[in-house]
């Protein structure tokens, strides 16, 4: 399932009047005098808590690299906006690319909580094997049983490159 697109009135013209991109920087700055708060040449630099840029405009805030989609393009994105190199803030337009729900999730980086400090293997106890697990789009589990942690990390990273492609994170 794809997000929806904020019900909203805001078209290119109207963020290009607002705002100032530089796509090699992913500087975003305020062309214009909003408020005593707002100067102009200002980054738009609100986060919210997972790092992305937010900013409000009217009585509706906007995530930072979806307005520059449409500053750039012309159009909202239809999908979700993946950033390549995970980082949410950085929004240099080579960074900046449409992404399915489930690609964005691929290209993520490991858990806090993996213990093994390999993305997507995992230690069995119960069959003294390392397991390399990933779910594919289709629904269906790929899981394979190896001897070695880099025997499993490579049955991951392979796997992962043929299921999500240029999405595919391993790191």
Known sequence: MTRRPAVTNLDQAEVRRLFAYDPETGAFTWRVRRSNKIAVGQEARGVNTHGHRRVGIGSSKHYVHRLIWLYV????????????????????????????????????????????GIKGVRWSQRHLRWVAKLNRPDGSVFQRRLRSKEAAAAAYAQEAARQFGEFARVE
């Not at 803030?89 to 964005?104: F, I, K, P, V």
């Open 73 to 116: 393009y012309g159009c909202w994105p239809a999908r979700e906006i993946d950033h390549v190199n995970t980082c949410p803030s950085d929004n240099r337009l080579c960074n900046l690319r449409e992404a399915t729900r489930r690609q964005g999730l691929h290209n993520t980086s490991r858990r806090r909580d993996n213990r093994s």
